[in-house]
């Protein structure tokens, strides 16, 4: 596997003065703010599914070293990424596929337990969610926000509508019948359309450091043709050497 691009992106960002870094946030919290997404901010970290690190099971190590199965060469390269620790956002950068495609993989990597099931409600949720396994309603569902009566009187509601004019979606009447929040709502909706969206992040595009001066240069020059030539007197001294060696032997 190549360099995580990823990380080499955000070791860039991370390394970049407090100053710069603060604007960034605010401008980030703004954007999250106006998305709906704010109160993702402080999510348990255990529970955001950009974040999370599959791991493979024997047979999902197995498959990879072997290949039996003949998959997509996409598949396998979800199960490298898995084995050197990566995680959703990073599976998704370094292969260039768009996270509902990535969901898509974890999804068939574990039906086939080729990965661990995660311990979290909310990861199980949302990869089903992204990858187009479950509705919203059962999203919610399988998150423990509904329980199945409550999901069954949103169906009931929902059908009744579909008589009328009304362009009523489902997760309309989630929040009608107040049963999941309005805002939690649109931020869910947002996330699945931005899901579909690949990101390209080319690591050669990544801020360099700056070029160095002429006399800065001309120095490290110097110092390259004094380390040439102090290496070509040991070979010269190691010739010598092994031609002693020689005529003792």
Known sequence: MKNNIYELFLNKVLNMPLWIKQALYLK????????????????????????YKPTLTFKGKTELLERKCGLDINIYNFLECCANNYSILEISVNTFLSMEEVAKHYELCLEQNFIKAPESKEIAAMAGFIAGKYRIGEYFKQKGMLDVDQLQK??????????????????????????????????????????????????????KPAPVSADEKEGLLKEISSLKEENKKLKQKLLQLLEMVKRNG
């Open 28 to 51: 980030l919290t703004q954007e999250m703010t106006d998305n709906c997404c704010i109160n993702s901010l402080n999510s348990n970290p255990q529970d955001v599914f950009s974040a």
């Open 154 to 207: 949103a169906i009931i509601n929902y059908k009744s509508t579909l008589s009328s004019d009304e362009n009523i979606k489902f997760g309309d009447i989630l929040a009608q019948l107040n049963f999941v929040n309005p805002e939690e709502m649109k931020a869910l909706l947002i996330l699945k359309e931005e899901s579909k969206k690949r990101f390209i992040l080319d690591y050669n595009n990544i801020p």
